[in-house]
């Protein structure tokens, strides 16, 4: 009866969208994994964006200090570099399973397009 009891609990999490593994934490180093793709969106102005989406391979969270801000469950990583050799190297990437490593924050102006915005210092292919 225990392992049915346990299936049970490991299903539900499942269904429920909750991750397996511990949450990123704002401003903290982290990493993601996913498919790399290229958004088509527009800003509050209407302007065309084309931000860098990571489709994740599973669910992530982000605890933030504010829980208001923290992200649940998410299964998209908008990220981007502000580290110049990165940057340059990111668009290489697009359509392929891929890692990053930076650091996580919540979405919290129109030019942030999925829940969580990751300032990313490395990528490597899968």
Same mark, same amino acid.
Not at 97 to 126: C, K, N, Y
């Given at each position: 009866m225990t392992h049915c009891r346990w299936f049970l609990a490991v299903a539900m999490a499942a269904l #429920?969208?909750? /991750? #397996? *593994?511990? %949450?990123m934490k704002d401003g903290e180093a982290g990493k993601a994994a996913g498919v790399l793709s290229i958004g088509s969106v527009r800003d509050a102005a209407g302007r065309p964006q084309r931000p860098y989406i990571l489709r994740l +391979? +599973? /669910?992530? %969270?982000l605890t933030a200090s504010d829980p208001e801000d923290s992200v649940? +469950? @998410?299964r998209t990583v908008h990220i981007f570099s502000t580290d110049e050799k990165v940057h340059a190297s990111i668009a290489q990437f697009v359509g392929k399973s891929i890692e990053v490593s930076g650091s996580p924050f919540p979405a919290? @102006? #129109? *030019? *942030? *397009?999925?829940?969580?915005v990751m300032d990313i210092t490395g990528v490597t292919q899968r």
């Amino acid at each position: 009866m225990t392992h049915c009891r346990w299936f049970l609990a490991v299903a539900m999490a499942a269904l #429920a969208g909750v /991750p #397996a *593994h511990a %949450c990123m934490k704002d401003g903290e180093a982290g990493k993601a994994a996913g498919v790399l793709s290229i958004g088509s969106v527009r800003d509050a102005a209407g302007r065309p964006q084309r931000p860098y989406i990571l489709r994740l +391979s +599973s /669910p992530a %969270c982000l605890t933030a200090s504010d829980p208001e801000d923290s992200v649940k +469950s @998410t299964r998209t990583v908008h990220i981007f570099s502000t580290d110049e050799k990165v940057h340059a190297s990111i668009a290489q990437f697009v359509g392929k399973s891929i890692e990053v490593s930076g650091s996580p924050f919540p979405a919290h @102006t #129109a *030019h *942030h *397009h999925a829940p969580i915005v990751m300032d990313i210092t490395g990528v490597t292919q899968r």
